[in-house]
């Protein structure tokens, strides 16, 4: 595991963890400016940003990232992109985080489905051949071109800025064909979730055309999470409309107390 | 040369069969799209 820590101050830390699974957390570094405030962890793990390839499952994954996080003396907020959420929501169910932040994370095989059916029904040709590419040799080259095809599943707006980010990118494809299938595997993550009793906050682009925001609002509403939507923005708004994500996440943050044990 | 023509057929099946496979149609999930590879990034 690898942590690149942002900010200086580390009364009030934020761990940030990645999506894919398999993507680092360079497309999460859009929110720096949160170090202005904040100290920020970012996480990379399973290969991405030339950490150790290992095939862990999201229980062993989450043990690690507790085992981290148990380090900063002065507590911590848990916050994920997509699948980082998932990580960020099982990290938070075994040890005692100040808060969860989740920002468009599908938590349940419901929202995973309908994942799965708009990218068969919304895949550009493009993205076809780029598919076809990545299923007939599995490497980093071709997951990454992969990802920067999805084009307005992920993207409200057609920005090569985008694409060129994910083709760049130190990806992991071995964390994501070792763990794609963990969220629709979890039947109990939200269950645990809603039962704990720290603050929780779920963002979500209102104009995601991969999930619906109003299918992950039902995922938010089971786990018991305040639900913030973000104009403007599809699957990555921290990309998209990183003013007003940062902003989000800093007014909930300022809400909780400094210190919680 | 029966068995020869039997086994020409089948070998041509099998090769129309894994062409259709790699081939994805706009709409459709690949078949091959399995443990692990049957989710989109998210």
């Keep these: 595991m690898r942590v690149t820590k942002v900010g200086k101050n580390s009364q009030n830390s934020i761990i940030l963890i990645p999506g894919g699974p398999g993507l680092s957390t360079s497309y999460l570094r859009s929110m720096d400016q949160l170090s202005d405030k904040y100290q920020l962890h970012y996480l990379d793990l399973c290969g ?3 950490t150790e390839v290992e095939i862990l499952d999201a229980i062993k994954i989450a043990s690690k990232i507790k085992e981290y996080a148990e ?9 994920g992109h997509s699948y980082g959420g998932y990580l960020a929501s099982k990290t938070a169910t075994i040890t005692s985080p100040r808060a969860l932040i989740c920002i468009s994370t599908p938590l349940s095989s419901n929202s995973m489905n309908f994942a799965i059916d708009n990218y068969s029904q919304n895949r550009s040709r493009e993205l076809i051949e780029k598919e076809a590419q990545w299923l007939a040799n599995n490497s980093d080259d071709t997951f990454k071109a992969w990802l920067s095809s999805y084009g307005k599943l ?5 920005d090569e800025r985008w694409k060129d980010l994910f083709l760049k990118d ?3 494809y071995r964390f994501f064909l070792n763990n794609s299938n963990d969220i629709e595997n979890d039947k109990s993550v939200l269950i645990h979730i809603a039962r704990t009793d720290f603050p929780k906050l779920f963002i979500a ?23 913030s939507p ?12 990183p003013k007003r994500t940062i902003s989000t996440i800093d007014d909930f943050i300022s809400t909780i107390p400094p210190q919680r044990k | 040369m029966k068995t020869i023509s039997r086994l020409l057929i089948l070998f041509l099946a099998f090769a129309s069969l894994a062409q259709v496979l790699a081939n994805p149609k706009e709409g459709e999930i690949n078949p091959k799209f399995q443990d692990g590879n049957d989710k989109p990034g998210v």
Excluded: C, Q, R, W
Aim: hydrophobic share 35%.
């Design chain 1, 48 to 50: 991405t940003n030339g």
């Design chain 1, 71 to 79: 380090t900063i003396e002065s507590g911590f907020t848990l916050l």
């Design chain 1, 154 to 158: 992920y993207f409200n707006t057609n």
């Design chain 1, 170 to 172: 130190n990806t992991s």
């Design chain 1, 205 to 227: 682009g209102n104009d995601d055309a991969l999930i619906p925001p109003s299918v992950l609002k039902i995922d938010a509403e089971a786990g018991s999470f305040k639900y």
């Design chain 1, 230 to 241: 973000i104009d403007n923005a599809g699957h990555f708004p921290m990309l998209e409309n």
